[in-house]
C-alpha cells in the first residue's frame, strides 16, 4: 500500500488514473441508482456492448483516414447514444420483443468491433484494454472528455430528477400528471448510455455492468430515499475503484477486474451481514 500512495504522490499519470476513477464514480452513483431502481440493468448492458462497435470504428478512421483528431472515446459515445435510442423507441413505439432487439444490439456492436479491429493496421492494444478495462490508460486528453460528461449526467440526474423518479417508480401515475414518459425514459437512457461511456475507461465493456449495478445495490441495504441511495452509491463506487485501484497496483494486477471482485465481495458481505442482522433481531 505504501508503494501505491508514494507512486500517486509522485507520479501525474497515477494522479489522472484517480481523477478518472473518481469522476466516473460520481456518474455511476447517481444514474446506476437509478438504473437499479428501474431494472433496466439489461438495456444497460445491449448499449455497454455497443460501445466497442463505437470505438472499433472511430480507431479504424484514426488510422487508416488519418482523422487523427477523433478520440475513440468519441466513437464509444455516438454508438452508446444510437443504441439507447433504438431500445427506447422499441420499448416505447415499435410492437417487437425488446429482449430480442437488445439481444442482437449486444451481439452486433461486439461484432462489429471486432471486425473494424481486425482491419485496423497495427497492433490494437488500446481497444483490447477498453474491452477489458485498463485505468492505467487514462490520458489527459481522456480526462476532459471524461469530466464534460461526467458533469452533463450528474446535471441532467439531478436537475430532472422529479420526473425520473415519476418514470421509475410508477409510468401510468406520471402519464396522468402531465409527465411526458416516453421522452423522461429516453433521457434516462441516454444518461445511462454516457455513464456506460465513462465506466468503459475505468473497468471496460466487459465488466461495466458489475460496476454500474453493484454499488448502488450496496447504497440501497442503508437508504430511505432515493436521493441518499445516489449519494451512498457516489460515496461506494469512489471507495471501491480507489480501493481496487490501490490493492491491484504492487501485485500488478488487471485494474478493472480487482474492481470488479471488490465490488462484488463488498455486495455479498452486506448482503449476507444485513440478512444475518436481521434474523437475529427476529429471533431476539
Known amino acids: 500500500m505504501s508503494e501505491f500512495v508514494d507512486a500517486l504522490l509522485n507520479n501525474a499519470f497515477m494522479q489522472y488514473?484517480?481523477?478518472?476513477?473518481?469522476?466516473?464514480?460520481?456518474?455511476?452513483?447517481?444514474?446506476?441508482?437509478?438504473?437499479?431502481?428501474?431494472?433496466?440493468?439489461?438495456?444497460?448492458?445491449?448499449?455497454?456492448?455497443?460501445?466497442?462497435?463505437?470505438?472499433?470504428?472511430?480507431?479504424?478512421?484514426?488510422k487508416v483516414c488519418n482523422w487523427t483528431w477523433l478520440h475513440p472515446l468519441y466513437g464509444a459515445v455516438a454508438a452508446?447514444?444510437?443504441?439507447?435510442?433504438?431500445?427506447?423507441?422499441?420499448?416505447?413505439?415499435?410492437?417487437?420483443?425488446?429482449?430480442?432487439?437488445?439481444?442482437?444490439?449486444?451481439?452486433?456492436?461486439?461484432?462489429?468491433?471486432?471486425?473494424?479491429?481486425?482491419?485496423t493496421p497495427g497492433y490494437s492494444e488500446d481497444l483490447m484494454s477498453y474491452l477489458f478495462g485498463n485505468i492505467l490508460m487514462v490520458t489527459p486528453e481522456s480526462l476532459y472528455l471524461i469530466a464534460g460528461l461526467d458533469i452533463l449526467v450528474v446535471v441532467l440526474g439531478v436537475l430532472f430528477y422529479n420526473k425520473f423518479l415519476a418514470v421509475c417508480f410508477d409510468e401510468e401515475f406520471a402519464g396522468v400528471r402531465g409527465v411526458n414518459v416516453e421522452f423522461y425514459y429516453i433521457l434516462l437512457l441516454c444518461l445511462t448510455a454516457l455513464t456506460v461511456v465513462l465506466l468503459v475507461t475505468?473497468?471496460?465493456?466487459?465488466?461495466?455492468?458489475?460496476?454500474?449495478?453493484?454499488?448502488?445495490?450496496?447504497?440501497?441495504?442503508?437508504?430511505?430515499?432515493?436521493?441518499?441511495?445516489?449519494?451512498?452509491?457516489?460515496?461506494?463506487?469512489?471507495?471501491?475503484?480507489?480501493?481496487?485501484?490501490?490493492?491491484?497496483?504492487?501485485?500488478?494486477?488487471?485494474?478493472?477486474?480487482?474492481?470488479?471482485?471488490?465490488a462484488g465481495a463488498v455486495y455479498l458481505v452486506v448482503t449476507i451481514g444485513k440478512k444475518l442482522l436481521s434474523r437475529r433481531h427476529l429471533l431476539g
Not at 21 to 41: E, N
Not at 89 to 118: C, H, N, P, Y
Not at 237 to 246: D, E, L, N, Q, Y
Open 80 to 119: 452508446s447514444l444510437g443504441a439507447a435510442l433504438v431500445i427506447g423507441f422499441v420499448s416505447l413505439r415499435w410492437k417487437q420483443r425488446e429482449d430480442t432487439v437488445i439481444g442482437a444490439l449486444w451481439a452486433v456492436g461486439m461484432a462489429v468491433g471486432v471486425l473494424f479491429i481486425s482491419r
Open 202 to 262: 475505468v473497468v471496460g465493456v466487459v465488466m461495466v455492468i458489475a460496476l454500474l449495478t453493484l454499488p448502488a445495490a450496496i447504497a440501497g441495504h442503508f437508504s430511505k430515499s432515493l436521493r441518499q441511495m445516489m449519494v451512498l452509491s457516489a460515496i461506494f463506487t469512489v471507495v471501491i475503484t480507489t480501493g481496487g485501484f490501490a490493492l491491484s497496483y504492487a501485485p500488478n494486477l488487471p485494474t478493472g477486474a480487482t474492481i470488479v471482485v471488490l
Open 17 to 62: 488514473t484517480l481523477l478518472a476513477g473518481i469522476l466516473a464514480s460520481v456518474a455511476c452513483g447517481v444514474i446506476g441508482t437509478y438504473v437499479v431502481v428501474r431494472r433496466i440493468t439489461y438495456i444497460a448492458g445491449g448499449i455497454a456492448h455497443c460501445v466497442l462497435g463505437g470505438m472499433g470504428a472511430a480507431m479504424y478512421l484514426q
